[in-house]
T-cell receptor, first 112, second 121 residues
Framework: GENVEQHPSTLSVQEGDSAVIKCTYS??????FPWYKQELGKGPQLIID?????GEKKDQRIAVTLNKTAKHFSLHITETQPEDSAVYFC???????????FGTGTRLQVFP | GAVVSQHPSWVICKSGTSVKIECRSL??????MFWYRQFPKQSLMLMAT?????????EQGVEKDKFLINHASLTLSTLTVTSAHPEDSSFYIC?????????????????FGQGTRLTVV
């Protein structure tokens, strides 16, 4: 079955710097890759996603890139702000299932 | 994005009692809902997949008689923790997948509720 690895587990950056979180997946049939932001005590919030027919997607300060050949995808946050501090999860959905397989999460801290 | 409402946000119950958690998709239809459990500082663990009008599919190791799931309509799924014990204390989160109007799989985002903190004393 699908397996998703996520790195790093923790990431600390200065406000204004960029942050990059990377995930790799094992099932080449996976075709949907969302990213979620989870704040303390709350449910995950979908922040951006990408499908396998696209290599890059951008939404203001957030971008996601997908390399199907290498089976990895990354989240890029530019001009980080303290309110970006949270736990970020990547996920992959294999083609013939409804399930999302989650990475282990990255705790991002943005220091003012 | 779409809104998924989960209720209650927190509950404290006595050992041996049952607790029901509701998950509603407010502005979209969800043929599929998911229930997760999350331990502190860990990832989301899928417990079961709930399809409207049919029995839920449980992940390996999850007791279906203890975690009863009902998906009565396209906008509502419930999780009942029966005969709760302290080890059931956890953060439970539901997710609803936006209905794929184009047919087939591989489409439709999944949106999460705000979670329910269950404490069994």
């Amino acid at each position: 079955g699908e397996n998703v690895e996520q790195h790093p587990s923790t990431l600390s950056v200065q406000e204004g710097d960029s942050a990059v979180i990377k995930c790799t997946y094992s099932d080449s049939a996976s075709n949907y890759f969302p990213w979620y932001k989870q704040e303390l005590g709350k449910g995950p919030q979908l922040i951006i996603d990408i499908r396998s027919n696209v290599g890059e997607k951008k939404d203001q300060r957030i971008a996601v890139t997908l390399n199907k050949t290498a089976k990895h995808f990354s989240l890029h946050i530019t001009e980080t702000q303290p309110e970006d501090s949270a736990v970020y999860f990547c996920a992959a959905r294999p083609r013939y299932t409804d399930k999302l397989i989650f990475g282990t999460g990255t705790r991002l801290q943005v220091f003012p | 994005g779409a809104v998924v409402s989960q209720h209650p946000s927190w509950v404290i119950c006595k050992s041996g009692t049952s607790v029901k958690i509701e998950c509603r998709s407010l502005d979209f239809q969800a043929t599929t809902m998911f229930w997760y459990r999350q331990f502190p500082k860990q990832s989301l663990m899928l417990m079961a997949t709930s399809n409207e009008g049919s029995k839920a599919t449980y992940e390996q190791g999850v007791e279906k008689d203890k975690f009863l799931i009902n998906h009565a309509s396209l906008t509502l799924s419930t999780l009942t923790v029966t005969s709760a014990h302290p080890e059931d204390s956890s953060f439970y989160i539901c997710s609803a997948r936006d209905r794929d109007l184009r047919g087939g799989r591989g489409h439709g985002e999944a949106f999460f509720g705000q979670g329910t903190r269950l404490t069994v004393v």
